[in-house]
């Protein structure tokens, strides 16, 4: 059993450019997130997604854009790299059942920005 | 705006006595809160939850506190063991306020680094 698997776990690019971090989980989970996570700051919620067609913004979503074709994958975008997006880049994933279900993550990709 | 905070950056304890992570919150729209454990280079994983309704919740060696009138929770674990070592997050989240901001979304605190020694 897979749970979440990123790709890629490392990657640098230089300012300007653009990539995509790629989520994929094989647990049928309708609840699926990207989030950052900086030195001192915790993990902070970047886009999220309820099910296939319907994302919304989290707290830090400029420069990244997010699409949910599939249940099962949900890629992040960042259109135009800048250093103060240089991070460690986490998706998770839950159902979408009654109460409380927690979320899996995957091990994230490190990313840093020249 | 920090809505869940975790002002302990680090914590050293001795293998076999207590840990305790402490954890606050603002936001009283949360009823549920989780905590994460991460070791490096991996995700976090899942330890325990508290909904809002309960004021303790044990798991095994680990136990999770919650003061909603100090809005203010905490895990114990006992006894500590070195394998323990990580960094534990706390989180928050709303589930029963559609609409709300804090519906739906897991907010996490900073982080607390664990360290047991030997």
Same mark, same amino acid.
């Given at each position: 059993?897979?749970?979440?698997?990123?790709?890629?776990?490392?990657?640098?690019?230089?300012?300007?450019?653009?990539?995509?971090?790629?989520?994929?989980?094989?647990?049928?989970?309708?609840?699926? +997130?990207?989030? *950052?996570?900086?030195?001192?700051?915790?993990? *902070?919620?970047?886009?999220?997604?309820?099910?296939?067609?319907?994302?919304?913004?989290?707290?830090?979503?400029?420069?990244?854009?997010?699409? *949910?074709?599939?249940?099962?994958?949900?890629?992040?975008?960042?259109?135009?790299?800048?250093?103060?997006?240089? +991070?460690?880049?986490?998706?998770?994933?839950?159902?979408?059942?009654?109460?409380?279900?927690?979320?899996?993550?995957?091990?994230?990709?490190?990313?840093?920005?020249? | 705006?920090?809505?869940?905070?975790?002002?302990?950056?680090?914590?050293?304890?001795?293998?076999?006595?207590?840990?305790?992570?402490?954890?606050? %919150?603002?936001?009283?729209?949360?009823? %549920?809160?989780?905590?994460?454990?991460?070791?490096?280079?991996?995700?976090?994983?899942?330890?325990?939850?508290?909904?809002?309704?309960?004021?303790?919740?044990?798991?095994?060696?680990?136990?999770?506190?919650?003061?909603?009138?100090?809005?203010?929770?905490?895990?114990?674990?006992?006894?500590?063991?070195?394998?323990?070592?990580?960094?534990?997050?706390?989180?928050?989240?709303?589930?029963?306020?559609?609409?709300?901001?804090? %519906?739906?979304?897991?907010?996490?605190?900073?982080?607390?680094?664990?360290?047991?020694?030997?």
């Amino acid at each position: 059993n897979a749970g979440v698997t990123q790709t890629p776990k490392f990657q640098v690019l230089k300012t300007g450019q653009s990539m995509t971090l790629q989520c994929a989980q094989d647990m049928n989970h309708e609840y699926m +997130s990207w989030y *950052r996570q900086d030195p001192g700051m915790g993990l *902070r919620l970047i886009h999220y997604s309820v099910g296939a067609g319907i994302t919304d913004q989290g707290e830090v979503p400029n420069g990244y854009n997010v699409s *949910r074709s599939t249940t099962e994958d949900f890629p992040l975008r960042l259109l135009s790299a800048a250093p103060s997006q240089t +991070s460690v880049y986490f998706c998770a994933s839950r159902s979408g059942g009654a109460g409380l279900q927690p979320q899996h993550f995957g091990d994230g990709t490190r990313l840093s920005i020249l | 705006d920090q809505q869940v905070k975790q002002n302990s950056p680090s914590l050293s304890v001795q293998e076999g006595r207590i840990s305790i992570l402490n954890c606050d %919150y603002t936001n009283s729209m949360f009823d %549920y809160f989780l905590w994460y454990k991460k070791y490096p280079a991996e995700g976090p994983t899942f330890l325990i939850s508290i909904s809002s309704i309960k004021d303790k919740n044990e798991d095994g060696r680990f136990t999770v506190f919650l003061n909603k009138s100090a809005k203010h929770l905490s895990l114990h674990i006992v006894p500590s063991q070195p394998g323990d070592s990580a960094v534990y997050f706390c989180a928050a989240i709303g589930l029963s306020n559609a609409g709300g901001t804090s %519906y739906g979304k897991l907010t996490f605190g900073q982080g607390t680094i664990l360290t047991v020694h030997p």
